[in-house]
């Protein structure tokens, strides 16, 4: 693999519990240099006006 390809790997969830892929420090190191994105995050109802509004059924009816 070229060097490119193993850096988008290199914090893969199924990846760092390989022995030799990557140290704590190194770990750590990465986990704090990733920009934050917190204001882009938003909860369920948020983008509708902030009311929670009940779930529709999602089911066919019986006569459909």
Not at 28 to 36: G, K, S
Not at 42 to 56: H, I, V, Y
Request: hydrophobic share 30%; aromatic share 2%; charged share 35%.
């Amino acid at each position: 693999m070229n060097r490119e390809s193993l850096e988008k790997l290199r914090l893969d969830r199924r990846l760092l519990n390989r022995r030799g892929w990557m140290g704590a420090a190194e770990l750590q190191r990465a986990l704090d240099e990733l920009p934050d994105v917190s204001d882009k995050a938003t909860t369920l109802g948020a983008e509708s006006g902030g009311e929670e509004q009940p779930a529709r059924d999602e089911t066919p009816s019986p006569g459909a």
